[in-house]
């Protein structure tokens, strides 16, 4: 408490020899366009090293993101229209009201980053809304190839739970999917490019009996290469046959969400998913800009402070699209039809099984 009082003591906002810029010098010495945004450094700090085990891509980073989502998206305009109360967004309900939202069908699992991250948002000054988006933003700026996310300072703690039922779930149709992301603000082409975040991730719980199995081959790198082996044929399934939601990936240990396989498929949403196959500068302003809208869902971005300089820079992208061993476009399902499906090069080598993410 002596500590964050100092900080804010010893945050000057000083005028540059321009003149123009206003920057603050925080108590460490670090600066940030704005003296409010100098108490999130010890809390990066503190999560880099704490949450995020010294700055890993790992699968806390995975589980912060996939909060980011399920806290924001608990909003809905339409309910609202009905008389009822339909969320308030990204506004640290998941957190504030987790003996209600976690046990949400759709938030299977999310209890897991909701107790690592509740002490955090105990111990540092911060509403659990704004905890939520910065340890998103700063998880992914983690993750070689990543866009450096926006992160905006200043959301008021939730005054009650999100309803249930707004977290789409990977056994939803298309058409359901779509409906309930533009109940809350998000066209087609956003839906997709959220999406990207599927290429930093795994499942616990679709098939319990294989923890930790990733959909991508690259779960620790922010490429393109969750678009590109979604869109190949599907033959197995990694673990146990017969799950909800799940659909026959391409690669041993690696796992398809029916909802990810549809998705890739649907003459709405196909071509925009191809096209980041290859395109990591697409691939990277799209996810940022959608992600910076789903940050302050049913927020007033008026009453917040822009803070996204104090978000590190990610690692530039390691290694280049391709196709994963023992596979090329005879395997592409091509689904998009205004555009080919980009020529890649097969990884060389034997075929492969794609480890789990380890659990740390
Ligand atoms: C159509 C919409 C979506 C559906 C149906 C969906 C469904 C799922 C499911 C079933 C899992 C696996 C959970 C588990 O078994 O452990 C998952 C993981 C994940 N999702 Fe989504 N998701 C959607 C959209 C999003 C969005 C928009 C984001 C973020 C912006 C996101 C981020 C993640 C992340 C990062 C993980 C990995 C978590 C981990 O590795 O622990 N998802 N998603
Ligand atoms: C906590 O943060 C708020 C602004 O979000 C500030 O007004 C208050 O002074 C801070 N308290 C401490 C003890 O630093
Ligand atoms: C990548 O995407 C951008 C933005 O949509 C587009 O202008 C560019 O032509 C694309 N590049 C390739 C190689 O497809």
Redesign the pocket.
């Known amino acids: 408490m002596a500590f964050k009082l100092l900080v804010s003591l010893l945050a000057l906002a000083v005028v540059s020899n321009a003149g123009t810029i206003r920057k603050a010098t925080c108590a460490d010495g670090r600066t940030t366009a704005n003296a409010a945004c100098c108490v999130l450094f010890p809390i990066l700090d503190d999560i880099q090293e704490n949450l995020f085990d010294g700055g890993e891509c790992g699968e806390e980073v995975h589980e912060s993101l996939r909060l980011t989502f399920h806290d924001a998206i608990g909003f809905s305009p339409a309910l609202t229209k009905q008389g009822k109360f339909g969320g308030g967004g990204a506004d640290g309900s998941l957190i504030t009201f987790a003996a209600i939202e976690t046990p949400f069908h759709a938030n299977g699992g999310i209890d897991d980053i909701v107790d690592a991250q509740t002490p955090f948002v105990a111990k540092h000054n911060i509403s659990a809304g704004d905890f939520i988006q910065f340890a998103g933003a700063v998880g992914v700026s983690n993750c070689p190839g990543a866009p450096r996310l926006q992160f905006l300072l200043g959301r008021p703690d939730a005054k009650q739970a999100s309803p249930d039922l707004l977290v789409p779930e990977p056994f939803d149709s298309v058409t359901k999917i779509l409906a309930r992301f533009k109940d809350a603000g998000f066209s087609p082409n956003e839906v997709v490019a959220l999406l990207a975040s599927h290429t930093i991730a795994a499942a616990d719980h679709v098939d319990e009996t294989i923890p930790g199995t990733p959909f991508d081959s690259t779960p620790n790198i922010f490429d393109s290469q969750f678009f590109i082996e979604t869109q190949l044929k599907g033959t197995l399934f990694p673990g146990t046959a017969g799950n909800q939601g799940e659909a026959q990936s391409p690669l041993g240990g690696e796992i398809r969400l029916q909802s990810d396989a549809d998705l890739a498929r649907d003459s709405r949403t196909a071509c925009e998913w191809q ?1 980041f196959v ?2 990591q ?2 691939l990277q ?1 799209a996810f940022k800009a959608a992600m910076a809208k789903l940050a302050v869902t049913g927020q007033d971005t008026r009453k917040l402070v822009d803070c996204s300089d104090v978000i590190p820079v990610p690692p530039p992208l390691a290694g280049s699209a391709h196709f994963p061993a023992g596979l090329n476009r005879r395997d592409v399902e091509q689904a998009c039809r205004a555009t080919p499906f980009p020529t890649l090069p097969t990884d060389p080598g034997p075929v492969t099984s794609v480890p789990p993410v380890p659990p740390s």
């Open positions: 096209s290859n395109n500068s697409k302003n």
